[in-house]
């Protein structure tokens, strides 16, 4: 879930927008439909662009391997969760333990669900 970094990307563009059109996450692989709000990464690493594209499911989880990987006992590592979830490790192997439940329930939402995760704070989805 999460990769050792020497290198630090020269850009790294998070903006949530909301699909005109049908987009894959690039995590999960569950369709985003027009309409829903997903997150979209520009990435500027090694002289090469690249963009991943995010339910709000999969940016939840991302976030909160974020998280995990600021935590005093791993800064050391410079880690960082892989952009696409994939690193071959489940989370256990990973943290020593089982996710909280919430992180559990995401996978589980509904489209319209994960793309509420992603609406600005007091407004509507």
Not at 9 to 31: G, L, M, P, S
Not at 59 to 73: D, I, W
Request: one cysteine or more.
């Amino acid at each position: 879930m999460s990769q050792s970094c020497d290198q630090t990307n020269v850009v790294y563009d998070e903006r949530t927008v909301r699909a005109r059109k049908a987009h894959v996450c690039d995590a999960c692989e569950r369709t985003i439909r027009p309409g829903d709000r997903y997150k979209r990464i520009g990435i500027l690493f090694d002289g090469r662009w690249g963009t991943v594209v995010r339910c709000g499911s999969c940016q939840k989880t991302h976030e909160h391997l974020r998280a995990l990987c600021r935590l005093p006992e791993y800064r050391y590592d410079q880690l960082w969760p892989d952009e696409q979830l994939n690193c071959g490790l489940d989370y256990a192997e990973e943290w020593g333990n089982a996710p909280p439940a919430d992180v559990q329930a995401l996978p589980l939402l509904s489209n319209s669900d994960a793309s509420a995760l992603l609406a600005p704070a007091g407004r509507k989805p």
